[in-house]
T-cell receptor, first 111, second 114 residues
Framework: DQQVKQNSPSLSVQEGRISILNCDYT??????FLWYKKYPAEGPTFLIS?????DKNEDGRFTVFLNKSAKHLSLHIVPSQPGDSAVYFC??????????FGSGTKLNVKP | DTGVSQDPRHKITKRGQNVTFRCDPI?????LYWYRQTLGQGPEFLTY????????KSRLLSDRFSAERPKGSFSTLEIQRTEQGDSAMYLC????????????FGPGTRLTVL
């Protein structure tokens, strides 16, 4: 029962361009969404989050968009840098109790 | 505070043995989560503590798995009679009132069951 899906296992982008990572969810009760970045041999690192009462949250080069009607969120990275190359996970949850993660998208930013 | 720490970082065991992992969360955090991650997948929720109370437990967690957080600080995850299918990365995360829904992950414990 995969409630959060990341349908693109990988994405390749040129340095300086925009990276757009997508995530879909099925449970309309989710009220909080997070994006994490993960390097090999490390735990996931928190990037940015958004509450269901918003449709956009911005932090520097990172912007998360939430479309509740479509049950879809996306992470935009502008401009992309080689150091952004990592696996990105989206997660969704409600009431703090548990979070469901997607299977990840591996981003490769080419110099 | 240096963040969430986990011990050991790696554990190799034989099938049928018991193993115990430890997680030390960020000191002021009252929420603590355990996840399991296998290759090519995202973290899979196992259990959640608020202070010392275990409030949520995944139905995927068999009775061979038990977690404790006796004083609301560090937590342990024990797996009894390990099976090869238990081989995975076990991740701990913590969060506090000031961090809202955010969770901060430790480096994980890599378990290999032979």
């Amino acid at each position: 029962d995969q409630q959060v899906k990341q349908n693109s296992p990988s994405l390749s982008v040129q340095e300086g361009r925009i990276s757009i990572l997508n995530c879909d969810y099925t449970n309309s009760m989710f009220d909080y969404f997070l994006w994490y970045k993960k390097y090999p041999a490390e735990g996931p690192t928190f990037l940015i989050s958004i509450s269901s009462i918003k449709d956009k949250n911005e932090d520097g080069r990172f912007t998360v968009f939430l479309n509740k009607s479509a049950k879809h969120l996306s992470l935009h990275i502008v401009p992309s840098q080689p150091g952004d190359s990592a696996v990105y996970f989206c997660a969704a949850g409600y009431n703090f109790n548990k979070f469901y993660f997607g299977s990840g998208t591996k981003l490769n930013v080419k110099p | 505070d240096t963040g969430v720490s986990q011990d050991p970082r790696h554990k190799i065991t034989k099938r049928g043995q018991n193993v115990t992992f430890r997680c030390d969360p960020i000191s002021e955090h009252n929420r603590l989560y355990w996840y399991r991650q296998t290759l090519g997948q995202g973290p899979e929720f196992l259990t959640y503590f608020q202070n010392e109370a275990q409030l949520e437990k995944s139905r995927l967690l068999s009775d061979r798995f038990s977690a404790e957080r006796p004083k609301g600080s560090f937590s342990t995850l024990e797996i009894q009679r390990t099976e090869q299918g238990d081989s995975a990365m076990y991740l701990c995360a913590s969060g506090g009132a000031s961090s809202y829904n955010e969770q901060f992950f430790g480096p994980g414990t890599r378990l290999t069951v032979l």
